[in-house]
């Protein structure tokens, strides 16, 4: 079965850091764009950041630039993101999503893993 | 930023109803629009990609048409399993933006 699973959400304080992972399985990672959309309590989604498949190039949404960032590891079919200098504002669900690269929908999404920024 | 509107943003229907949910972007994007279906407590899933592709495995009462900045999300005879809220998604330009959803709930 194609799909992905995320964890490492938890609790953390504002300033705090945190890094989540993303599990791909059933395809190789190595072939496609990644990328990690979020959605705050009661809210929409919003996009965060993309990988292209040699995470050769990645791309911020504004108000994580600079603070986040998105790796992959291929050979071991993962996709992560650091997140530094958490704000009460990065809390939300975050989900992994298979695609992103221009012209490239999100086909495969997980269930989510819940980021929790508070004092 | 291009930015992504939805009508309405609730919609109260039947079992059986036909449901149109309108999408509009605030520039071109040629049909680089896709619409998600979301459950509470569930990460989303793809229905339509390129304004009207139907993807594998999605029931073909759902359907999209449109092009440019107008796009629409129709669902032949509303099943119980449709209740959910639905999302449209630009993946035209960086950053990619979502619509803010609709909600169809039961009448």
């Known amino acids: 079965e194609v799909q992905v699973v995320e964890s490492g959400g938890g609790l953390v304080q504002p300033g705090g850091s945190l890094r989540i992972s993303c599990e791909a399985s059933?395809?190789?990672?190595?072939?496609?764009?990644m990328t990690w959309v979020r959605q705050a309590p009661g809210k929409g989604l919003q996009w965060v950041a993309n990988i292209n498949p040699d995470a050769t190039g990645k791309i911020y949404v504004d108000s994580v630039r600079g603070r986040f960032t998105i790796s992959r590891d291929n050979a071991k079919n993962s996709l992560y993101l650091e997140m530094n200098s958490l704000r009460a504002e990065d809390t939300a669900v975050y989900y992994c999503?298979?695609?992103?690269?221009?012209?490239?929908?999100?086909?495969?999404w997980g269930q989510g893993t819940m980021v929790t920024v508070s004092s | 930023d291009i930015q992504m509107t939805q009508s309405p943003s609730t919609l109260s229907a039947s079992v059986g109803d036909r449901v149109i949910i309108t999408c509009r972007a605030s520039q071109s994007i040629s049909r680089w629009l896709a619409w998600f279906q979301q459950k509470s407590g569930k990460g989303p899933k793809l229905l339509i990609y390129?304004?009207?592709s139907l993807q594998s495995g999605v029931p073909s009462r759902f359907s999209g048409s449109g092009s440019g900045t107008e796009f629409t999300l129709t669902i032949n005879s509303l099943q119980p399993d449709d209740f959910a809220t639905y999302y449209c998604q630009q993946y035209n330009t960086f950053p990619f933006t979502f619509g803010p959803g609709t909600k169809v709930d039961v009448k």
């Open positions: 999503a298979r695609g992103g690269g221009s012209g490239s929908v999100f086909d495969i």
């Open positions: 059933g395809f190789s990672l190595s072939t496609y764009w």
């Open positions: 390129g304004a009207s």
